[in-house]
Nanobody, 121 residues
Framework: QVELVESGGGLVQAGDSLKLSCAASGRIFNSNFVAWFRQAPGKERKFVAGIYWNGWKPYYADSVEGRFTISKDNAKNTVDIQMNSLKPEDTAVYFC??????????????WGRGTQVTVSS
């Protein structure tokens, strides 16, 4: 079992930046993929970015490529996502997840409770 706790959400204006952090504890397997997803009201949960705990290559959704940067600190078991040039359409609850396969939401076994990001125009 892995516990994931997100932090760093808030209300910002379009064009601003925000950094979210995910702290993981429990049985973390280095071969697992850790990802950020987001879910806007009335919409399905979608993949945003991810990285393998033991890897270096980041993966991004097309909608955030070039604006968001995922990073990890294996010593602290944290995975952050730096979000720049935020747009109103980035407004969503952002979730951290691990134990699944890339962008396939239904495959993830461990989820955080989420943190709200609201971008005003």
């Amino acid at each position: 079992q892995v516990e994931l706790v997100e932090s760093g959400g808030g209300l910002v204006q379009a064009g601003d930046s925000l950094k979210l952090s995910c702290a993981a504890s429990g049985r973390i397997f280095n071969s697992n993929f850790v990802a950020w997803f987001r879910q806007a009201p009335g919409k399905e949960r979608k993949f945003v970015a991810g990285i393998y705990w033991n890897g270096w290559k980041p993966y991004y959704a097309d909608s955030v490529e070039g604006r968001f940067t995922i990073s990890k600190d294996n010593a602290k078991n944290t995975v952050d996502i730096q979000m720049n040039s935020l747009k109103p359409e980035d407004t969503a609850v952002y979730f951290c997840a691990t134990g699944g396969s890339m962008g396939r939401t239904a495959t993830y076994r461990n989820w955080g409770r989420g943190t709200q990001v609201t971008v005003s125009s």
